[in-house]
């Protein structure tokens, strides 16, 4: 993160660190800043959903899992 804090890739590594140790709140914004870097990567809203959860936000919760279905591909 220190090297280049703008790669997606590096903020996709430090959420899920935050995720699998229970810093949800951290974890959030990490996820609220690759949403806005990648809009149409619907995972990031379903992992900023997840985070929110845990955070017992629900209704933004559910906001972002309408959006990861909004940018799903379709099946």
């Known amino acids: 993160m220190e090297l280049d804090p703008t790669q997606a890739s590096h903020l996709h590594g430090l959420g899920q660190i935050l995720i699998e140790q229970g810093k949800f709140q951290e974890a959030a914004g990490v996820y609220e800043k ?19 959860r845990q955070l017992r936000q629900l209704d933004k919760a559910e ?10 591909p379709a099946t």
Request: net charge negative; aromatic share 6%; hydrophobic share 45%.
């Open 63 to 72: 906001q972002q899992v309408l959006a990861a279905k909004a940018h799903a």
């Open 34 to 52: 690759l949403v806005g870097m990648e809009p149409n990567e619907f995972s990031n809203n379903l992992r900023l959903s997840e985070a929110y």
